[in-house]
C-alpha cells in the first residue's frame, strides 16, 4: 500500500492552489482518525494529503460581530476550555464532551469533525441547533454554508473548497442549548441516539424559537420540524417535553436511513423502534434540561439571560 | 516462630522480602519502546506471506487456479492445498489442514498461499487466484450438530494425529471432544423427585476474542543446516516446535523457535496459525518468511472463546440445600479443535457452573461440537466465562426458589473440607466459607450506606433508576503442567544469571524467578539476572499458561535456590554459615562462574494436586431504565490467593481480570451472521475503555496454602469469569428482569423489561 506524501501549506491561499494543482489526486487531511480507519480497512488513500497544521488562525477561537468563529482546526479539548465558547454556546461544550476520551479530544479537531465524520459524531446536531454555519474557502473566494443539513463530507461544498471556521451566532436573550446522547451496544454494534435543543424564550415566558435535531448511528441528524413547531408558544414544562419527544420519535421512523451500513463504522442493527424510542428519551432529557436551566435564570449550566 | 500465617523461619524472611513492590526487568525496555516484537524484526530478504481464505462456511473446492498468479512480477511461489495435502496441524489434534484441498470449513479457512517480494506483489497474487467453489450446507446451530441428520463436517477424523496420547472417544463425528463427569449419578432422578424444589435455567454466551494488542506474528528462516528458526508469538514455543514438528514430519531438534518477546495473550497466543504456512512457504522458496496477522484477521479467523448453550436443572431440600444437579454445555467449537491443548478437547471450566458448592449428586455432560464456524480456542478462563456466568446466575434463581436471598444461599451451600465440588472434585482447604464471610462483613459494615454515590457521572443522571447488588463466587485450579527446568550460573560476583526458555508474556514469569531465588537466599534481586533464551538453549516446558506459571516457575526456583545454597554450604567452612556475601568473599568461585540447575515437576510433586483460589465479588449497580444503561458503583473482590510474590502484578491481575471479564460480560461480542464474523475491527468488538471501569475494591485473604513457592498461587484467571454473572445478578436485583445470555447489554436489559411488563 502507498503511503500519502503530506503536504503542509502555509496559508489558505497556498493551500487552494495546491488543492488546484494536485486536482483529483489529492485531499485535506481532515479527521485523521477517518484516513488512518480508511487505512487500516485497506483503502486506497490518494497519493497527496495537504495537512492544514501549520495555517496560522486556523485555530482560533474568538467573536467576531457577535458571532462566535471557531476555527476548523481547533481541538475539542480546547472548545472545551474556552471561555467564549462557554458564554456563547455552552451547550456546545456539552457536545464536544461526550466525544470520545480526553486523548482523543485533543487530538481531534472541530472541521475534521464535521469535514470527515459519521452520523454518530456528537458536535454536528448541536452545531445545527445553534444555527451555526461552515466558513468555506476556495479559488471563488470564500462563503458561508448553513450546517442544517450537515452529513459527513459536507453535502452541498465542492472538491476545491476548504472549511475554515464554524460561525455560531450570537444567542437570544432568554435562550438555554442542550445535548443528550445514549451509548451502549447492541448485538456487538455501538447503538448511539441524541438530541442536540436549542430553546428560546420570549418576554412572556413561551417558546418563540425552538431547534431539536435528533441523531443516531444510521442516519445525519435531522431536525424534527414537527417537534419544534408544537414548542412554540408554550410554556416549557414536562408535558411540552413529553409531547416534543413523542413527535420526534415520529420525525425518526418516517425519516430515510440513508447511510445505513450495517456491519460497517457507524453501522448500527438495532431494529429501527428501539433506536428511535431511544431518541424519544434523549429529546425529552435534552429539552427538561434546558427548561431547567431557563427557569434557573443566569446560572443555569446551558442558559443565558433572565 | 511463625509470620501470623504458618510460614516458619526462613520461609516467613523470605515472604517478608516479598512484600516490596517488584521490578520487572523488561519493564524499562517495553515503557520506552525498545522492545523488539516479532512484527519489529527485520530479516534481510524475508518474503511476504499472505493466504486466500474461503468467502463460504462450507463448500467443496472443485478446483484452484494459480496459473495467473504464479506468473505475477515479485511472486516467488504460489501454494494450493494440493501441494501440502494431508498435512493438518493442531495444538493436541491436528485435523486442521494447513490449506484446504478438498473441503473449507469455515469463512477464513485456507485455500491458497502466496509468498511475494513485496506485500503489494502477494496481495496481486492472491487477487488472481481463481477459485471454483461448490456450496454446501452449514451447520452452525450447535443443538443440531450432532443430530443424527447432520451432515458431518470431517469426513475421516479417525486418521487425525493425536500428539501425546490417545484421543478420548466421542459419541459422534461431530463432536470434537465430550466429558462426562457424574458422581452419584445413579440416584439423579431418584434426588430430583424427592426434591422440594427443582429450577431450571438455560444460558447463552457469545464468542469472545481474547483482543490482545499485539497480533499474532511470525517470520520464517531457513537455516544452512536444513532446519529452521521460527520467530513467533507462540507462548508455549516447546510445543510448537513439537507441533510444526509432527505437521511436517521433521525431526524437532532441527526447528528452533524463538518467541522472546510476546505483546499480550490473554490465553490465546497458545494457538499459531501462520506458522504452518509460513513453514511451507520458506521450504518452496528456500527463503525467509514472514506473516503479520491484522486485528481483522485476528478477531475473524485466528480462534475465539467457544459460543456455548448452557441448561442446567438442580434440586434442592426443604433447606435450600442443594442435593443435586443436572448440567448440559453445549459448546460451538468451531470447523476445528486444534486451537485446544487439553486432552479431552473440551475446556476444562466447562464444568463449573456450581463449582464453589458441595454438590451430593451430581451429572454434566459437557460437548465441544464442530460447526461451520472460526474454531474456538482458549481465552482467559477458558470454560469458567461461560459456566460460571450460567452457575451464578442459577443460583440466585434458586435462592429466590428457596426464600433465600443470594449470600445466605451461596454460604449454606458453600463446599468445605472433604465435600465434594459442584465440578465433582475435591479440594485442598478449599476457601468458600471464607471468602463469602468476608462479603458478609463488608455487606454488614456497609448497612444502608451504599457505595458509590459520589461518583462523578460523565453526564448528568438523569431518568427513572433502579438500584441493586448482586454477587458470585468461583473457585479455579492452581495449574500443573509437568517439568520446569532453571539453568543458571552464578559468578565471582555473586551474580546469579538464570536461562530460561520460559516467556514472560506480561505475566510475569520473570519476575517470579529472579524474587523468589533472591528471597530464598536473602540477596537483592538487582543480583538475579534472568535470560530468555530459544528453544535451542533451553530445557523444554510446558509454556506459560493454564494457571500453573508461578505455580511452576516459583518452585523451580526455589528448587534453584536451595541448589545453589547446597554448592556453597558444601564448600564453606562448617562454622560458616551461607550468605551471599560470605560465599562471595571466600572466593570459591574463579573465574568461570559455575554452572547449576533447578527444577520441579508439578504432576510428580508432593501435595501439588487439587490446590484453586476462590474468589466472590459483590457489584452495586444502577439502572437507567428507559436506556438500560448501567452505572458501576462498586466491585468488590474477595480472592484467596495464596503468598503474593509479585505484588504490584498480582494486583494488576486481579483488578486486570476484573476490567477484562467486565468487558467480556457488558459489552465484548463477536458478532456472527451465516458464519462470518460481522465484528472485524476493534471499532465494533468494543473494549472496555478508561471510563467504563467502575471503583473496584480488592480484600486479599492472608492464607500461605498454595502449591507454589512459599504458599503461591495463582491470580490471572481468577476475577475475569466472576464479575459478569454478579453484573447480571445485580441487574436482576435492580430490575426484576433476569438477562440469561452475555453480553448484558443495554439493548438486552431493555428488551427483557420489555417482555416482563
Not at chain 1, 461526550?98 to 481531534?108: F, K, L, Y
Not at chain 1, 454554508?145 to 465542492?158: F, K, R, V
Not at chain 2, 459437557?366 to 482467559?380: K, M
Request: charged fraction near 20%; proline fraction near 6%; hydrophobic fraction near 45%.
Amino acid at each position: 500500500m502507498t503511503t500519502p506524501r503530506i503536504l503542509e501549506p502555509g496559508d489558505i491561499r497556498a493551500a487552494i492552489e495546491l488543492l488546484d494543482v494536485h486536482a483529483g489526486t489529492s485531499a485535506l487531511l481532515a479527521g485523521g482518525v477517518s484516513w488512518m480507519l480508511r487505512q487500516v480497512r485497506g483503502e486506497a488513500l490518494p497519493p497527496i494529503l495537504l495537512s492544514l497544521a501549520g495555517i496560522d488562525g486556523l485555530a482560533d477561537v474568538a467573536v467576531v460581530d457577535e458571532d462566535l468563529v471557531i476555527g476548523a482546526m481547533t481541538r475539542l479539548v480546547a472548545l472545551e476550555r474556552s471561555a467564549l465558547v462557554a458564554d456563547q454556546a455552552p451547550g456546545l461544550i456539552e457536545a464536544v464532551e461526550a466525544v470520545g476520551s480526553v486523548r482523543i479530544r485533543s487530538q481531534v479537531t472541530i472541521g475534521g469533525n464535521l469535514a470527515a465524520g459519521v452520523p454518530r459524531y456528537d458536535p454536528p446536531p448541536m452545531l445545527i441547533a445553534l444555527d451555526a454555519r461552515a466558513r468555506l474557502a476556495s479559488p471563488r473566494g470564500a462563503r458561508e454554508q448553513a450546517l442544517d443539513g450537515w452529513a459527513p463530507g459536507l453535502p452541498g461544498t465542492s472538491a476545491d473548497e476548504i472549511l475554515i471556521a464554524i460561525v455560531v451566532p450570537p444567542r437570544a436573550p432568554r435562550s438555554a442549548a442542550r445535548y443528550r446522547s445514549i451509548d451502549g451496544l447492541s448485538g456487538g454494534a455501538p447503538e448511539h441516539a441524541a438530541a442536540a435543543v436549542r430553546i428560546d424564550l420570549g418576554e412572556d415566558g413561551t417558546i418563540v424559537e425552538a431547534r431539536i435535531v435528533s441523531a443516531d448511528a444510521s442516519a445525519a441528524p435531522r431536525r424534527c420540524g414537527p417537534a419544534e413547531a408544537r414548542l412554540i408558544g408554550r410554556i416549557p414544562d414536562a408535558e411540552a417535553a413529553d409531547a416534543a419527544a413523542a413527535l420526534a420519535v415520529a420525525s425518526a421512523t418516517a425519516a430515510t436511513d440513508a447511510l445505513r451500513t450495517p456491519g460497517a463504522l457507524g453501522g448500527d442493527d438495532r431494529p429501527a423502534a428501539d433506536r428511535h424510542e431511544l431518541i424519544g428519551v434523549a429529546t425529552r432529557r435534552a429539552l427538561l434540561a434546558a427548561f431547567t436551566d431557563l427557569a434557573a435564570g443566569p446560572l443555569g449550566a446551558g442558559a443565558r439571560g433572565a | 516462630m511463625t509470620d501470623g500465617y504458618g510460614a516458619a523461619g526462613d520461609d516467613a524472611a523470605a515472604i517478608d522480602r516479598l512484600r516490596a513492590p517488584e521490578h520487572r526487568p523488561d519493564l524499562v525496555e517495553k515503557v520506552r519502546g525498545q522492545t523488539r516484537f516479532v512484527a519489529d524484526r527485520v530479516v534481510p530478504g524475508a518474503l511476504f506471506g499472505a493466504v486466500l481464505t474461503s468467502p463460504l462456511p462450507h463448500a467443496r473446492i472443485r478446483s484452484v487456479d494459480i496459473s495467473r498468479a504464479a506468473s505475477l512480477p515479485g511472486v516467488r511461489a504460489v501454494l494450493t492445498g494440493a501441494d501440502l495435502r494431508d498435512r493438518r496441524f493442531g495444538r493436541r489434534l491436528l485435523d486442521r489442514p494447513v490449506l484446504c484441498w478438498d473441503r473449507v470449513l469455515f469463512i477464513g479457512d485456507r485455500i491458497a498461499a502466496v509468498a511475494a517480494n513485496t506485500e503489494a506483489a502477494a496481495g496481486a497474487a492472491l487477487a488472481a487466484i481463481v477459485v471454483d467453489l461448490e456450496p454446501l450446507p452449514p451447520v452452525f446451530d450447535i443443538g443440531l450438530a450432532d443430530a443424527p441428520d447432520a451432515p458431518i463436517l470431517h469426513d475421516d477424523p479417525a486418521t487425525y494425529r493425536y500428539l501425546d496420547g490417545v484421543r478420548p472417544p466421542v459419541p459422534h463425528p461431530n463432536v470434537q471432544g465430550h466429558l462426562l463427569v457424574e458422581h452419584d449419578a445413579a440416584g439423579l432422578e431418584a434426588a430430583f423427585a424427592r426434591a422440594s424444589t427443582v429450577v431450571s435455567s438455560e444460558y447463552r454466551t457469545p464468542r469472545n476474542h481474547a483482543a490482545h494488542l499485539e497480533p499474532h506474528s511470525t517470520i520464517v528462516v531457513p537455516q544452512a543446516d536444513g532446519g529452521l528458526l521460527i520467530h513467533s508469538t507462540n507462548k508455549a514455543p516447546y510445543a510448537l516446535r513439537g507441533q510444526v514438528a509432527a505437521t511436517f514430519g521433521l525431526d524437532a531438534a532441527t526447528i528452533t523457535v524463538d518467541a522472546r518477546a510476546i505483546g499480550g495473550d490473554f490465553g490465546a497466543k497458545g494457538y499459531s496459525i501462520d506458522e504452518f504456512v509460513a513453514v511451507a512457504l520458506a521450504r518452496a522458496t528456500g527463503a525467509p518468511v514472514r506473516m503479520d496477522t491484522s486485528m481483522t484477521e485476528e478477531l475473524a479467523a485466528t480462534s475465539v472463546r467457544h459460543a456455548t448453550v448452557i441448561r442446567l436443572r438442580t434440586g434442592l431440600d426443604a433447606d435450600g440445600r442443594i442435593l443435586v444437579h443436572e448440567a448440559e454445555v453445549r459448546m460451538d467449537g468451531g470447523a476445528y479443535a486444534g486451537a485446544k491443548p487439553i486432552p479431552s478437547l473440551v475446556p476444562g471450566g466447562a464444568t463449573s457452573a456450581l463449582i464453589a458448592y458441595h454438590v451430593p449428586i451430581l451429572r454434566i455432560d459437557a460437548r465441544v461440537l464442530y460447526t461451520n464456524s472460526v474454531p474456538g480456542g482458549h481465552v482467559r478462563g477458558p470454560g469458567e466465562v461461560q459456566a460460571l456466568f450460567a452457575g451464578e446466575s442459577h443460583v440466585d434463581e434458586l435462592a429466590r426458589a428457596a426464600g433465600l436471598d443470594g449470600l445466605t444461599f451461596r454460604e449454606r451451600n458453600a463446599v468445605r473440607v472433604g465435600q465434594t465440588g459442584g465440578n465433582g472434585q475435591g479440594f485442598v482447604e478449599p476457601k468458600a466459607v471464607e471468602v463469602l464471610a468476608a462479603i458478609r462483613a463488608d455487606r454488614t459494615d456497609r448497612g444502608d450506606h451504599p457505595a458509590g454515590g459520589d461518583r462523578p457521572a460523565r453526564q448528568a443522571v438523569e431518568g427513572p433508576r433502579a438500584r441493586g447488588w448482586g454477587m458470585a463466587i468461583t473457585a479455579r485450579h492452581v495449574g500443573l503442567g509437568g517439568a520446569f527446568p532453571l539453568a543458571a550460573t552464578v559468578d565471582g560476583d555473586g551474580i546469579i544469571t538464570v536461562t530460561t526458555g520460559v516467556i514472560d508474556q506480561g505475566g510475569g514469569a520473570h519476575t517470579v524467578i529472579r524474587r523468589v531465588l533472591a528471597a530464598a537466599l536473602a540477596i537483592d534481586e538487582d543480583r538475579v539476572r534472568v535470560r530468555v533464551v530459544t528453544t535451542s538453549d533451553a530445557g523444554p516446558d510446558r509454556g506459560v499458561g493454564a494457571s500453573r506459571t508461578t505455580h511452576l516457575a516459583s518452585r523451580a526456583a526455589l528448587d534453584l535456590a536451595g541448589r545453589i545454597r547446597g554448592w556453597f554450604d558444601e564448600r564453606l567452612p562448617p562454622d560458616q554459615a551461607f550468605t551471599m556475601d560470605v560465599a562471595t568473599s571466600s572466593r570459591l568461585i574463579g573465574d568461570t562462574p559455575i554452572a547449576l540447575s533447578g527444577r520441579y515437576d508439578s504432576e510428580t510433586a508432593h501435595g501439588a494436586h487439587g490446590h484453586h483460589d476462590f474468589a466472590a465479588c459483590v457489584v452495586e449497580l444502577s439502572v437507567d431504565t428507559e436506556t438500560g444503561a448501567l452505572d458501576i458503583h462498586d466491585v468488590l473482590v474477595v480472592v484467596d490467593v495464596g503468598t503474593i510474590i509479585n505484588p504490584v502484578s498480582h494486583r494488576g491481575q486481579i483488578v486486570g481480570g476484573l476490567v477484562f471479564g467486565l468487558g467480556q460480560s457488558t459489552m465484548e461480542e463477536l458478532v456472527i451472521a451465516d458464519g462470518r464474523i460481522e465484528t472485524r475491527n476493534l471499532d465494533t468488538y468494543r473494549l472496555p475503555r478508561t471510563i467504563d471501569i467502575p471503583p473496584i475494591r480488592v480484600i486479599e485473604l492472608p492464607t500461605r496454602i498454595g502449591p507454589g513457592a512459599f504458599g503461591a498461587k495463582m491470580a490471572g484467571e481468577l476475577t475475569n469469569a466472576v464479575v459478569g454473572p454478579a453484573i447480571a445478578n445485580a441487574i436482576a436485583d435492580a430490575t426484576g428482569s433476569r438477562l440469561h445470555e452475555l453480553p448484558l447489554t443495554a439493548s438486552r436489559i431493555r428488551a427483557a423489561r420489555r417482555a416482563s411488563t
